[in-house]
């Protein structure tokens, strides 16, 4: 820098900042550095009084005013008449008070809590889903009613139905405890929030059987990834069709897909034994 500065003596400090590759900023900066303390803004002439700062802040706290997001207060005060101070210098009042946040009345969601679903053998947490197969003309579906077994991966029940039910979920879960000889108090069954699964016929008939309910976090598909994990096997099957001909064409799929998932199929996720094996303990 003492080579810039004798050669910007000579020749001037715009040349010599080119010809030594120096920006003029840095050669100025050098020659005067800022000083540690800098000044303090003169106040505005303008700018409100302590008191008059603290009455704003009173304003805003009023019953009336509380609940109301700055600008709101600004129009109704307009249209009363009084002007207190800006929008922006009641931002400013605010944020000095660490007041600056949502001030509106508004509902406060619970937190749900994520469900913890643990099994360490067979027919202690179930989870159940229903899921839409494409039937043969537009707008016709076939719905698909799967209890999965969350220990084995097993399917201890599945229905195929032209519509979604409270109903047929209620005699579907029935009669799959039943088959399953589930004793009272001693299930689990996890669920996403569709209608049917959070429906008072499916509650009333868990809380007559013993059975503990679990529901997923309201929009959070995570929450239920055994069930939807065997779906997407379902659906990615080489075989599997873009749409059924008829009813009778899905549950035969179905009956297929089904017998391959329990007696052929290496799950990854039970340490590549199949479903049957680990649900009846045969390995």
């Keep these: ?21 120096v920006s003029r900023a840095t050669l100025y900066r050098r020659r005067e550095p800022l000083s540690p303390i800098r000044p303090t803004r003169p106040r505005q002439p303008r700018a409100l009084s302590d008191r008059e700062r603290q009455a704003v802040l009173d304003l805003l706290h009023s019953t009336r005013f509380v609940d109301k997001a700055p ?7 307009l249209d009363e008449g009084t002007y207190h101070c800006s929008i922006r210098t009641m931002y400013r009042i605010l944020q000095d008070a660490s007041e600056v946040r949502e001030r509106r009345n508004q509902l406060r969601h619970p937190k749900y809590k994520k469900p913890e679903l643990l099994a360490t053998g067979p ?3 179930w989870s159940w889903d229903i899921t839409k197969l494409l039937g043969p003309a537009k707008w016709t579906y ?4 799967v ?3 969350i220990y084995s ?6 229905m195929l139905a032209s519509r979604e039910s409270a109903d047929l979920a209620k005699r579907f879960i029935r009669e799959t405890i039943e088959k399953q000889n589930v004793d009272a108090n001693e299930l689990t069954i996890h669920s996403d929030r569709g209608p049917a699964m959070k429906s008072h016929t499916v509650a009333q008939l868990l809380a007559t059987l013993g059975v503990t309910k679990s529901h997923s976090r309201p929009h959070v598909s995570n929450d239920n990834p055994f069930s939807e994990s ?3 096997t379902l659906k990615y099957r080489p075989e599997f069709p873009d749409r059924f001909g008829s009813q009778e064409d899905a549950r035969g799929f179905c009956h297929g897909f089904f017998h391959w998932y329990h007696y052929e199929h290496y799950h990854a996720g039970i340490a590549f034994l199949t479903p049957f094996m680990v649900h009846y303990g045969l390995f």
């Design 71 to 77: 600008a709101s207060v600004y129009a109704a005060l």
């Design 230 to 232: 065997q779906f997407k």
């Design 153 to 158: 991966r097993y399917a201890v029940g599945w």
């Design 123 to 125: 027919n202690q947490v």
């Design 142 to 145: 076939y719905y698909l009613y």
């Design 1 to 21: 820098m003492d080579a810039t500065e004798k050669l910007a003596a000579e020749v001037g400090t715009a040349a010599a900042c080119r010809a030594m590759g």
């Design 147 to 149: 209890i999965l077994d």
